[in-house]
């Protein structure tokens, strides 16, 4: 903002400040009283009809209505004026006369846009069309002391939209449909999988020992017990301890913290589904995935057709399914089939691609790295991407043919990663040794490696029945399903560097 522009909102911050204190001397400053009895858009909805609902039909009708929103626009004409009152559901016009109001209407003079004000009265049609409820009472609720967003300008700043997403919330109906649907999304999700005797459970955010994914933690410091802990990055092995108790189908929708860099596919905290099914392989976990993500489509947005970032894409048809090892070779075609394992030639192609890699970087590891950079960002249509290397795949179950490949997952749509699942990993003996070498290769530098939890072990030595799970990440999907181009537009308070001071 120009110091001009600043200068300008000050004085209007005093105007305001102003009219607040002759309110306050008044003693009806911030009332608490005003019963709300009416949403605006249900009005709009009820009497949308203007041949049925004419004025004379609703003055007729005689429907007293009393609501209350913030005042998003007002037009003062002499005697009589027009206001639009913006509550949860929508907007509706005020029709104010004088002759009605007496007082209150010379008081409305005063106010402003942004004011939150309550009113009650019948409702009108305007010569125009225009539904009106005509106020024979009218209140000032809150004084706003903030003037919003210029109307034509708006709020165009995106960093000031996600500091300042209570304005946003009140000038975008964009914005706010993004979170109405979002919040359809997860609703939707909960009763897909609670109508299949999955059972939705809460799980420990601070940890002993961060598990569950390979990914860098933040840390805290519990003070009575003089203990450090881990915030979650995932739940996975609380939730694989109550599928070895019995509770063989669970979920939760559950927040995650990784300590790891900042960009339009990442948050420091981020939300996921993540479930397991006792007796499902993980060719059934991704039956599972499909149905879900094209019923939800389906029932929140009415279609499975939709478009990302300028992308056409059809949740409809069964998605693809496709090995990393032949979607590597496809869009390889310099790399042998046979050179695939050999990990001297793995590093030449890496360094012929500019994949980074270091020393300690298997050939699984490589296989990963050369795929991200050649194949996930083609991955348009929904696509599987299966078998990913043992290496890389610390909690998945060994394919039976190829024990160096595991019997996992991960679902791309529009070049990027929603979902990852496997067949769970339910020998204790084979995960302990893999715990054994995850140790390792963070003694040798590997910082997102995981740690050793010898009572996740204990669990597995109960015993796990075979075990499908799958991870979804609720961001990414609403990004999907709302079109939105950053996880920003779809966090209601995206993580923002603080304000500088001044």
Same mark, same amino acid.
């Given at each position: 903002?120009?110091?001009?522009?600043?200068?300008?909102?000050?004085?209007?911050?005093?105007?305001?400040?102003?009219?607040?204190?002759?309110?306050?001397? *008044?003693?009806?400053?911030?009332?608490?009283?005003?019963?709300?009895?009416?949403?605006?858009?249900?009005?709009?909805?009820?009497?949308?009809?203007?041949?049925?609902?004419?004025?004379?039909?609703?003055?007729?009708?005689?429907?007293?209505?009393?609501?209350?929103?913030?005042?998003?626009?007002?037009?003062?004409?002499?005697?009589?004026?027009?206001?639009?009152? *913006?509550?949860?559901?929508?907007?509706? *016009?005020?029709?104010?006369?004088?002759?009605?109001?007496?007082?209150?209407?010379?008081?409305?003079?005063?106010?402003?846009?942004?004011?939150?004000?309550?009113?009650?009265?019948?409702?009108? /049609?305007?010569?125009?069309?225009?539904?009106?409820?005509?106020?024979?009472?009218?209140?000032?609720?809150?004084?706003?002391?903030?003037?919003?967003?210029?109307?034509?300008?708006?709020?165009?700043?995106?960093?000031?939209?996600?500091?300042? /997403?209570?304005?946003?919330?009140?000038?975008?109906?964009?914005? /706010?449909?993004?979170?109405?649907?979002?919040?359809?999304?997860?609703?939707?999700?909960?009763?897909?999988?609670?109508?299949?005797?999955?059972?939705?459970?809460?799980?420990?955010?601070?940890?002993?020992?961060?598990?569950?994914?390979?990914?860098?933690?933040?840390?805290?410091?519990?003070?009575?017990?003089?203990?450090?802990?881990?915030?979650?990055?995932?739940?996975?092995?609380?939730?694989?301890?109550?599928?070895?108790?019995?509770?063989?189908?669970?979920?939760?929708?559950?927040?995650?913290?990784?300590?790891?860099?900042?960009?339009?596919?990442?948050?420091?905290?981020?939300?996921?589904?993540?479930?397991?099914?006792?007796?499902?392989?993980?060719?059934?976990?991704?039956?599972?995935?499909?149905?879900?993500?094209?019923?939800?489509?389906? *029932?929140?947005?009415?279609?499975?057709?939709?478009?990302?970032?300028?992308?056409?894409?059809?949740?409809?048809?069964?998605?693809?399914?496709?090995?990393?090892?032949?979607?590597?070779?496809?869009?390889?075609?310099?790399?042998?089939?046979?050179?695939?394992?050999?990990?001297?030639?793995?590093?030449?192609?890496?360094?012929?691609?500019?994949?980074?890699?270091?020393?300690?970087?298997?050939?699984?590891?490589?296989?990963?790295?050369?795929?991200?950079?050649?194949?996930?960002?083609?991955?348009?249509?929904?696509?599987?991407?299966?078998?990913?290397?043992?290496?890389?795949?610390?909690?998945?179950?060994?394919?039976?043919?190829?024990?160096?490949?595991?019997?996992?997952?991960?679902?791309?749509?529009?070049?990027?990663?929603?979902?990852?699942?496997?067949?769970?990993?339910?020998?204790?003996?084979?995960?302990?040794?893999?715990?054994?070498?995850?140790?390792?290769?963070?003694?040798?530098?590997?910082?997102?490696?995981?740690?050793?939890?010898?009572?996740?072990?204990?669990?597995?030595?109960?015993?796990?029945?075979?075990?499908?799970?799958?991870?979804?990440?609720?961001?990414?999907?609403?990004?999907?399903?709302?079109?939105?181009?950053?996880?920003?537009?779809?966090?209601?308070?995206?993580?923002?560097?603080?304000?500088?001071?001044?």
């Amino acid at each position: 903002m120009n110091d001009s522009a600043h200068h300008d909102e000050n004085q209007l911050i005093a105007e305001r400040r102003s009219k607040l204190k002759a309110l306050r001397e *008044q003693g009806i400053a911030f009332p608490n009283d005003f019963k709300r009895g009416d949403y605006a858009q249900d009005l709009q909805d009820q009497f949308a009809d203007k041949d049925t609902w004419t004025a004379e039909a609703l003055e007729a009708d005689g429907k007293r209505v009393q609501i209350a929103g913030r005042l998003m626009a007002k037009r003062v004409m002499g005697k009589a004026s027009f206001a639009q009152l *913006q509550d949860m559901s929508g907007r509706i *016009q005020l029709y104010l006369s004088a002759a009605d109001l007496g007082e209150s209407y010379e008081a409305f003079k005063g106010w402003d846009v942004g004011d939150i004000v309550g009113a009650a009265g019948t409702l009108t /049609r305007t010569r125009t069309g225009e539904l009106s409820v005509k106020a024979s009472q009218l209140r000032l609720l809150t004084k706003s002391l903030r003037p919003l967003p210029d109307k034509w300008h708006g709020l165009s700043d995106v960093e000031q939209r996600y500091r300042q /997403r209570y304005v946003d919330l009140i000038v975008n109906p964009e914005a /706010r449909e993004v979170f109405i649907k979002r919040s359809k999304i997860v609703s939707a999700m909960r009763g897909w999988l609670d109508s299949r005797r999955f059972l939705e459970v809460e799980t420990p955010m601070m940890h002993y020992i961060p598990g569950g994914a390979t990914a860098k933690p933040f840390t805290t410091h519990h003070n009575a017990l003089g203990l450090d802990l881990y915030l979650r990055v995932a739940p996975e092995l609380y939730l694989k301890r109550l599928t070895v108790g019995g509770l063989e189908r669970v979920y939760e929708i559950n927040r995650n913290f990784r300590n790891e860099g900042v960009s339009t596919r990442h948050n420091p905290e981020f939300t996921m589904l993540e479930l397991y099914e006792a007796y499902a392989t993980y060719d059934e976990v991704m039956d599972l995935t499909e149905g879900m993500i094209r019923d939800i489509a389906s *029932q929140v947005l009415g279609t499975t057709s939709l478009h990302w970032e300028g992308q056409a894409i059809d949740l409809g048809p069964p998605f693809r399914r496709w090995s990393m090892t032949e979607a590597v070779l496809e869009h390889n075609p310099e790399i042998a089939r046979g050179e695939l394992r050999d990990l001297e030639a793995m590093r030449r192609h890496c360094q012929r691609l500019g994949v980074r890699f270091k020393p300690s970087y298997g050939w699984g590891k490589l296989l990963l790295e050369v795929f991200e950079k050649t194949v996930e960002h083609t991955l348009v249509q929904p696509t599987f991407i299966t078998d990913h290397p043992v290496e890389v795949s610390p909690l998945a179950r060994a394919n039976d043919l190829d024990p160096e490949l595991t019997d996992r997952f991960e679902l791309f749509v529009g070049g990027r990663e929603l979902a990852n699942g496997f067949s769970e990993l339910n020998d204790a003996e084979d995960q302990a040794a893999r715990f054994a070498s995850q140790v390792e290769a963070k003694e040798g530098g590997d910082d997102e490696a995981m740690h050793f939890d010898a009572d996740y072990i204990r669990a597995l030595e109960v015993g796990l029945p075979p075990t499908g799970g799958l991870g979804v990440g609720i961001d990414r999907l609403v990004m999907l399903l709302t079109d939105s181009a950053s996880i920003r537009d779809v966090l209601l308070f995206p993580y923002m560097r603080p304000e500088s001071a001044g």
